[in-house]
């Protein structure tokens, strides 16, 4: 990115780390709003809860939701929840196929995210949350989450050393504009190596993301790879 990623690095002094406070206030919103004006790509509330209960409603029994984590979730889930279990879904893979110009990445230099393609299998935790507090936690999540409503928030099914269970995921949209298909690595390695938003850098979410899943007992050797990269990438341009 060279110099556009240089200059994201300074607009960006302004950061607002992932926390509950963080998404009640809609720091990251305010931010994106501050910058880009009339053309933010943020969706508001109603947008928002509409998403949400479209896959739940307000009123629906919620004495089984869970949550599948196969990303930032991992080591930073926030939500509440009151129990968690290592899961596996099968038809989707873990990939950095979002791009993203707040959270990781600004307009100039726009980062990537992960999220779940198609084909494969993915680890990760599933997480359970209360019957009482569902709805407020999810839609705590899709504050996180769907802010650009970049994601496509499904149903799938886990499989776990407790049998299956019914998870909401984030899965990528393959028809919306974030979307980013397969990459040179090369080029994988230098985005995530220079990319920052307001949630931080987004080397930062890959090391992060990856020391989370290893303390899960999680193996996922092309993020390892990946991380690997970056580092050698980051020491070379020191």
């Known amino acids: 990115c060279g110099n556009a990623c240089r200059k994201a690095v300074t607009d960006c002094q302004k950061t607002a780390p992932i926390t509950r406070e963080s998404l009640t206030d809609w720091r990251v919103a305010t931010l994106a709003r ?22 739940l409603a307000d009123d629906a029994n ?32 873990r990939r950095f196929c979002l791009w993203t110009q707040i959270g990781r990445g600004s307009p100039d ?14 680890a990760g935790v599933a997480f359970k949350l209360s019957a009482e507090r569902a709805i407020a936690e999810l839609d705590l999540l899709w504050r996180r989450e769907m802010l650009t409503l ?3 928030p499904r149903w ?34 230098t985005v995530i190596a220079s990319a920052v938003g307001f949630n931080g850098f987004c080397r930062d979410y890959l090391f992060d993301t990856l020391g989370g899943m290893r303390n899960c007992g999680i193996r996922d050797r092309s993020m390892e790879k990946l991380a690997r990269a970056v580092v050698e990438r980051l020491a070379s341009a020191e």
């Not at 919306?176 to 397969?182: E, K, L, M, N, Q």
Request: overall charge negative; aromatic content about 10%; charged content about 20%.
């Open 62 to 93: 919620c004495s089984d939701v869970w949550v599948f984590g196969y990303g930032s979730l991992i080591c930073n889930p926030v939500i509440a929840f009151e129990k968690q279990l290592m899961a596996r879904a099968y038809g989707y893979h």
């Open 150 to 152: 970049s994601y496509q």
């Open 34 to 55: 501050e910058r880009d004006g009339q053309n933010a790509i943020v969706a508001d509330e109603e947008a928002l809860l509409e998403s949400r209960r479209s896959l």
């Open 156 to 189: 799938i099914t886990l499989h776990t050393v407790e049998g299956t269970k019914r998870a909401v995921a984030f899965v990528a949209d393959r028809q919306h504009p974030a979307y980013a298909p397969p990459m040179p690595f090369d080029y994988l390695v």
């Open 109 to 122: 230099c726009p980062g990537l995210v992960l999220s779940l393609d198609r084909g494969g299998s993915c």
